[in-house]
């Protein structure tokens, strides 16, 4: 009783759709209607995840009725398609999916691998994803996390609206179950061997890292060192604080070049420590930046000053002395290592057994090791000082790329062994000509490097 010429009427569409019982015959069965969404020509509009969700046309509904041939012939081109989708919009068909019908799809995914047949106990992938919903099930985890362009319907993109993701949400697993967001992590540590992984559900690894950190889930390099037993704070300088002594430095060279003025600082620093020997260190490599403590640390692996006090050691403690903005003057000869934040956001020094990092802009080392400085909300960043023991840990196993540019100096410090370092080596990372010194709001000064 549909016609291009006269769409159905509100009454006339209740008529027609009520004996359907919200029901739609579409490819050779029965769906539920809420199970169908209209696929338009527009891009982005919805995400067909068969057999869970199925994308219905109204152009193809019209055609397979005859009704196109009748818009036609009456002049009236589209219409038919029109009157079709006012049919299957009466019907409960959507006209576009959201957040619930793709949580909806990992639901049933995780519902089915639990409910595997007990008479199947021993075959092996009982409880377990095809891998055709292993595949289906990343596409969707990647669209909702936002590392995908796919067809999203604007109301839920999390590029587009900000959502709130329920750290239940069933996600795929390596193993090939289901699990929920909060229980998994991904596996931004691929260095590692199978030792290091025996305590970690992981995420599948067809889910993208990007749509994994989206949708709230942990990275297992912060994990690791988060529940290291061997990490720690120690005192970090704040830029509010230390800018009065960089502003009044005391002979700085012509264009502020660095050596000039942390050379005879670390000299000094030697004096008061009583150290009779210091070596200088001008190194140019980059070093490799993936297996590092935190992704904001590979500011750390660039061209830097090293510094190296053999058989001078200092706790992070006694470090951190020589690091505190001093009572008195500004021009004090007390063996404070201040000026070096002239030229550097960051230090990271190794003696004994630890790995000491400062970073006084916070934009680098977040204080939370379980978090990435950019997950930070709001605010300014705060300084932050940690130190890792890395004589009883694996970080030296786990992170090789944090410790190579200390192995590279021929000093002694073997980043292959876990035992202590007998001096203190200090590395300043250094700024590239024309990013200059920072000032008090943490942003680079004119003033090169």
Request: aromatic residues 6%.
């Amino acid at each position: 009783g549909v016609t291009a010429a006269a769409p159905p009427t509100q009454s006339e569409l209740q008529a027609l759709v009520a004996p359907l019982d919200g029901r739609v015959w579409h490819a050779d069965q029965w769906i539920a209607a809420d199970r169908l969404g209209l696929a338009h020509a527009r891009p982005f509009a919805v995400l067909a995840t068969e057999p869970f969700l199925f994308l219905v046309n109204p152009g193809v509904v019209a055609a397979e009725r005859g009704l196109d041939a009748l818009g036609e012939a009456d002049g009236q081109a589209g219409a038919a398609a029109a009157a079709a989708e006012s049919v299957l919009l009466a019907m409960g068909v959507k006209e576009t999916f959201g957040l619930a019908d793709y949580t909806a799809v990992l639901t049933s995914l995780r519902d089915r691998c639990a409910e595997a047949d007990p008479a199947e106990a021993e075959a092996p992938d009982r409880g377990r994803l095809t891998e055709a919903e292993a595949a289906l099930a990343c596409t969707v985890v990647n669209v909702l996390g936002g590392a995908e362009e796919g067809p999203l319907s604007p109301d839920f993109a999390p590029r587009r609206v900000q959502i709130q993701i329920d750290p239940q949400l069933p996600v795929p697993t390596a193993k090939g179950t289901m699990a929920a967001a909060a229980a998994v992590t991904y596996n931004d540590a691929a260095w590692l061997d199978a030792s290091n992984l025996r305590n970690f559900e992981l995420v599948h690894p067809g889910v993208a890292h990007a749509a994994a950190a989206g949708l709230g889930i942990r990275s297992l390099k912060s994990l690791l060192n988060a529940t290291s037993e061997s990490s720690g704070s120690v005192t970090c300088p704040t830029l509010r604080n230390i800018h009065p002594r960089l502003v009044s430095l005391e002979k700085v060279p012509p264009g502020g070049e660095a050596c000039g003025v942390l050379v005879p600082m670390f000299l000094r620093l030697a004096d008061t420590l009583g150290a009779e020997q210091v070596s200088f260190f001008l190194d140019h490599s980059e070093y490799g930046g993936v297996s590092v403590l935190q992704p904001g640390l590979r500011a750390l692996q660039g061209p830097a000053l090293a510094v190296v006090f053999p058989e001078s050691m200092l706790t992070p403690a006694g470090l951190s002395q020589f690091l505190r903005v001093p009572a008195g003057s500004a021009h004090d000869r007390d063996g404070s290592i201040l000026p070096l934040f002239a030229y550097s956001d960051m230090l990271s020094v190794i003696s004994g057994n630890f790995l000491s990092i400062f970073d006084v802009t916070g934009a680098h080392l977040a204080a939370d090791l379980a978090k990435d400085p950019a997950e930070s909300a709001g605010g300014a960043p705060e300084s932050v000082g940690k130190t890792f023991d890395f004589v009883r840990s694996d970080l030296l196993r786990q992170f090789p790329h944090q410790f190579e540019p200390f192995s590279q100096l021929g000093v002694g410090f073997d980043a292959a062994n876990k035992r202590a370092f007998n001096g203190t080596i200090f590395r300043v990372p250094l700024r590239m000509p024309g990013e200059g010194a920072i000032g008090a709001g943490g942003r680079a000064s004119e003033a090169p490097a």
